[in-house]
């Protein structure tokens, strides 16, 4: 039975050593002297590699003298300590056998250094590389710890559709699904598309949000949360911005913002510390070649305790900056990237709270403040990526949420049964949402989006 390299590498030696093992794996070098052969090997569960020795006395010698890099392998051997400077063990090989061979001249990961532009091109094979087997770990880490703090708060897990009729924040923004013969399509008295012949009977589109459809499960189950695909059709070429793209949604009831500020601070606290844990060599690896003092920054988000400002408070100290923003800073302003980033870096130089921000720049879900200009929402701020987790206390009160819908001129009809929630035993609760690539990007320190998800979607491109 194969061991999979992590089971090898990250363990007490006095475990390991002496015993016979079958590896298998990719060639990630290989060395070839007149009675030895070196192969270091990678399975992807760990970053490090594993040496395979080949002599003489190896099986296959002389076919195992000319194997390529990128060819697939398996090895049978010995375990033993190893002299070499930069490895605790090395395998010495009985017999390797040959399951996909790689030809040098036409394969495009050569040893040397490549461009995320260029990985970007071969999508397929870029999860080969140091880099993008890092990022994966990290996102399978992020991804489990995610999980266990809800299943430990006991939380449903709840999977909310990706097809849907209505758009979440009321932005328009939606990839529209249809079966209709775009070329002929069916078309009403009026002249316009005719949508009850399509598919679903109505216009449909791909989800923004499924946090409409989680406040149906939180009122009547208690806390829940989904983590699945979200897409948004802006136009946006930026490294900051995908198309489709992760996003994790708790919803919390009997619950106000005051608890849903709490819980974010603990959720980012807990998912950081687990990857810390779990992930050393992979987050070694991109504080040497990404972000120096990545580790540490990480770290100081674990330890130190987050400020919170109202949003009226944050345009003071932006005003008293006495820096110039691209974005001029005035109250009623959707803060900017710039802003955020400067008060997080710069101001307070830790994690902030931002909370009560002006109605009129948020969704119409949110819930009114007794100034009746600001509403129950709040935005978490971290160094070097600004907002991470933007959430809000919900809008539970029948009258009030029928007139913001009015107001927004957003359909009444459309959102009836997200009424019904109110009109029929309607509670306090809040929640927020985090775009998981936006916290990829923030573990790894890795500048764009792009390279953090293993196939992006952004405008103009959907290859793979």
């Given at each position: 039975?194969?061991?999979?390299?992590?089971?090898?590498?990250?363990?007490?030696?006095?475990?390991?050593?002496?015993?016979?093992?079958?590896?298998?794996?990719?060639?990630?070098?290989?060395?070839?002297?007149?009675?030895?052969?070196?192969?270091?090997?990678?399975?992807?569960?760990?970053?490090?590699?594993?040496?395979i020795i080949a002599d003489k006395t190896t099986k296959n010698f002389?076919?195992?003298?000319?194997?390529?890099?990128?060819?697939?392998?398996?090895?049978?051997?010995?375990?033993?300590?190893?002299?070499?400077?930069?490895?605790?063990?090395?395998?010495?090989?009985?017999?390797?056998?040959?399951?996909?061979?790689?030809?040098?001249?036409?394969?495009?990961?050569?040893?040397?250094?490549?461009?995320?532009?260029?990985?970007?091109?071969?999508?397929?094979?870029?999860?080969?590389?140091?880099?993008?087997?890092?990022?994966?770990?990290?996102?399978?880490?992020?991804?489990?710890?995610?999980?266990?703090?809800?299943?430990?708060?006991?939380?449903?897990?709840?999977?909310?559709?990706?097809?849907?009729?209505?758009?979440?924040?009321?932005?328009?923004?939606?990839?529209?699904?249809?079966?209709?013969?775009?070329?002929?399509?069916?078309?009403?008295?009026?002249?316009?598309?005719?949508?009850?012949?399509?598919?679903?009977?109505?216009?449909?589109?791909?989800?923004?949000?499924?946090?409409?459809?989680?406040?149906?499960?939180?009122l009547a189950l208690g806390d829940v949360y989904t983590f699945g695909?979200?897409?948004?059709?802006?136009?946006?070429?930026?490294?900051?911005?995908?198309?489709?793209?992760?996003?994790?949604?708790?919803?919390?009831?009997?619950?106000?913002?005051?608890?849903?500020?709490?819980?974010?601070?603990?959720?980012?606290?807990?998912?950081?510390?687990?990857?810390?844990?779990?992930?050393?060599?992979?987050?070694?690896?991109?504080?040497?070649?990404?972000?120096?003092?990545?580790?540490?920054?990480?770290?100081?988000?674990?330890?130190?305790?987050?400020?919170?400002?109202?949003?009226?408070?944050?345009?003071?100290?932006?005003?008293?900056?006495?820096?110039?923003?691209?974005?001029?800073?005035?109250?009623?302003?959707?803060?900017?990237?710039?802003?955020?980033?400067?008060?997080?870096?710069?101001?307070?130089?830790?994690?902030?709270?931002?909370?009560?921000?002006?109605?009129?720049?948020?969704?119409?879900?949110?819930?009114?403040?007794?100034?009746?200009?600001?509403?129950?929402?709040?935005?978490?701020?971290?160094?070097?990526?600004?907002?991470?987790?933007?959430?809000?206390?919900?809008?539970?009160?029948?009258?009030?949420?029928?007139?913001?819908?009015?107001?927004?001129?957003?359909?009444?009809?459309?959102?009836?049964?997200?009424?019904?929630?109110?009109?029929?035993?309607?509670?306090?609760?809040?929640?927020?949402?985090?775009?998981?690539?936006?916290?990829?990007?923030?573990?790894?320190?890795?500048?764009?989006?792009?390279?953090?998800?293993?196939?992006?979607?952004?405008?103009?491109?959907?290859?793979?």
């Amino acid at each position: 039975m194969r061991t999979k390299l992590k089971n090898l590498l990250h363990q007490p030696q006095e475990k390991v050593i002496g015993q016979d093992y079958t590896v298998a794996g990719w060639i990630k070098t290989v060395r070839a002297q007149k009675e030895l052969v070196f192969i270091e090997i990678n399975d992807g569960s760990s970053f490090s590699n594993l040496q395979i020795i080949a002599d003489k006395t190896t099986k296959n010698f002389t076919a195992v003298a000319a194997l390529t890099t990128g060819s697939s392998i398996q090895a049978q051997g010995h375990l033993l300590a190893s002299p070499a400077k930069g490895q605790k063990v090395e395998l010495k090989a009985t017999e390797i056998f040959l399951f996909g061979p790689c030809p040098p001249e036409s394969y495009p990961l050569q040893k040397k250094g490549h461009s995320f532009e260029f990985l970007r091109t071969i999508a397929h094979l870029r999860p080969r590389t140091n880099m993008q087997g890092a990022v994966t770990r990290v996102r399978n880490a992020l991804s489990f710890a995610i999980h266990r703090f809800f299943q430990q708060r006991d939380f449903y897990y709840i999977q909310t559709p990706i097809i849907t009729s209505s758009d979440c924040e009321g932005a328009g923004e939606l990839f529209r699904i249809t079966t209709l013969d775009l070329e002929k399509p069916p078309k009403t008295k009026d002249g316009k598309i005719d949508f009850k012949e399509d598919f679903f009977g109505s216009s449909a589109f791909l989800t923004v949000s499924g946090q409409l459809n989680l406040e149906c499960f939180a009122l009547a189950l208690g806390d829940v949360y989904t983590f699945g695909p979200t897409f948004r059709a802006e136009n946006s070429n930026t490294s900051r911005h995908l198309a489709e793209f992760w996003m994790i949604e708790p919803e919390m009831v009997f619950a106000d913002l005051d608890d849903d500020i709490e819980t974010a601070k603990a959720f980012l606290k807990f998912i950081l510390q687990e990857v810390l844990s779990r992930c050393p060599e992979d987050l070694a690896f991109f504080e040497k070649f990404i972000e120096k003092g990545l580790v540490e920054r990480l770290q100081k988000v674990v330890d130190s305790p987050f400020e919170e400002i109202s949003y009226t408070e944050a345009l003071k100290i932006l005003e008293k900056a006495g820096q110039k923003f691209e974005f001029p800073v005035k109250w009623g302003i959707d803060l900017q990237s710039e802003h955020e980033r400067y008060l997080a870096e710069k101001h307070f130089q830790k994690p902030i709270v931002i909370r009560d921000y002006p109605e009129t720049i948020k969704a119409f879900y949110m819930r009114r403040n007794a100034d009746n200009k600001t509403v129950a929402a709040m935005d978490v701020i971290v160094p070097k990526i600004g907002e991470i987790i933007g959430g809000s206390q919900r809008e539970d009160r029948l009258e009030v949420l029928e007139e913001k819908l009015l107001r927004q001129k957003l359909s009444r009809e459309d959102y009836s049964w997200y009424l019904d929630l109110r009109r029929f035993g309607s509670v306090p609760h809040a929640g927020f949402g985090l775009g998981f690539e936006r916290l990829v990007c923030f573990v790894t320190g890795v500048e764009n989006i792009r390279d953090v998800i293993p196939f992006p979607r952004y405008p103009k491109h959907i290859s793979f």
